[in-house]
């Protein structure tokens, strides 16, 4: 069984600030939202250029 990966991320604080603002208004916490964001960006990248492995 595969386990949960950890990813540190830096961001200047006016990036943050925007970030925490989105997710409460989608009532997600930061790194759901972070995890959505990058799973959305992942779905248009694969419907553009096919799957990724």
Known sequence: MEK???LGLRMD???H???KSLAEFEGRS???EVLYLI???I???EKEY????
Do not use: M
């Open 43 to 45: 779905l248009q990248h």
């Open 17 to 19: 600030r925007k970030l």
């Open 30 to 32: 930061i790194n759901g």
């Open 4 to 6: 949960d990966k950890h």
């Open 39 to 41: 799973r959305q960006a």
């Open 13 to 15: 604080s006016d990036t």
């Open 50 to 53: 096919g799957k990724l492995r």
